[in-house]
């Protein structure tokens, strides 16, 4: 059932349409949402439309329409009508990540970013990389690319799991 979004105050649309938009799982790595990889920069209601911000990754990320549509969809199926926007300044950083966000990589399997993005080897960067299952510092990279360009692949010497690490940007 559509809500009528127009008959209520804006800051109620506007908090409604957050928690929406919020709650979106990225379609690469389901178990975090837009709003926990910080990709999700504002939501406004503007003459009756949720006007949505977002921010990709990185300019080539291959899920930048998905992540676009899901939020739009979402939103539409929430009675909104829906207006987004991609926005690229200021350019998104692994510092943007929740702390939320961070630990639900972790228990996701996915190391979280190590340093701040002010690495000035960023994405190539050789991050002392800790285990997410066993916490362990003794992992060794075994490939700069893992399921999507922004991870990579390693391995932990101490309780020999693979994993991923999402790398700093």
Same mark, same amino acid.
């Given at each position: 059932? &559509?809500?009528?979004?127009?008959?209520?105050?804006?800051?109620?649309?506007? *908090?409604?349409?957050?928690?929406? *938009?919020?709650? &979106?799982? $990225?379609?690469?790595?389901?178990?975090?949402? &837009?709003? $926990? #990889? /910080?990709? #999700?920069?504002s939501v406004e209601i503007?003459? /009756?439309?949720?006007?949505?911000? #977002?921010?990709?990754? %990185?300019?080539? =990320?291959?899920?930048?329409?998905?992540?676009?549509?899901?939020?739009?969809?979402?939103?539409l199926d929430a009675g909104?009508?829906?207006?987004?926007?991609?926005?690229?300044?200021?350019?998104?950083?692994? $510092?943007?990540?929740?702390?939320?966000?961070?630990?639900?990589?972790? $228990? %996701?399997?996915?190391?979280?970013?190590?340093?701040?993005?002010?690495?000035?080897?960023?994405?190539?960067?050789?991050?002392?990389?800790?285990?997410?299952? =066993?916490?362990?510092?003794?992992?060794?990279?075994?490939?700069?690319?893992?399921?999507?360009?922004?991870? *990579?692949? %390693?391995?932990?010497?101490? =309780? *020999?799991?693979?994993?991923? %690490?999402?790398?700093?940007?």
């Amino acid at each position: 059932m &559509v809500e009528d979004t127009l008959s209520r105050p804006a800051s109620m649309d506007q *908090a409604r349409a957050w928690r929406v *938009a919020a709650g &979106v799982p $990225d379609p690469e790595i389901p178990c975090v949402t &837009v709003a $926990d #990889l /910080g990709i #999700l920069r504002s939501v406004e209601i503007i003459e /009756g439309v949720a006007e949505v911000a #977002l921010t990709p990754t %990185y300019s080539g =990320c291959p899920a930048v329409i998905a992540i676009e549509l899901a939020v739009e969809t979402a939103l539409l199926d929430a009675g909104f009508e829906v207006r987004i926007e991609r926005v690229f300044s200021p350019p998104w950083t692994t $510092d943007w990540i929740t702390p939320e966000g961070r630990e639900k990589l972790r $228990d %996701y399997g996915i190391s979280p970013p190590a340093k701040t993005s002010t690495s000035k080897m960023g994405m190539f960067s050789n991050d002392e990389v800790n285990c997410p299952r =066993c916490s362990s510092p003794d992992t060794r990279k075994i490939s700069e690319f893992g399921s999507t360009a922004c991870k *990579a692949q %390693y391995v932990c010497k101490a =309780c *020999a799991e693979p994993f991923e %690490y999402f790398k700093c940007i």
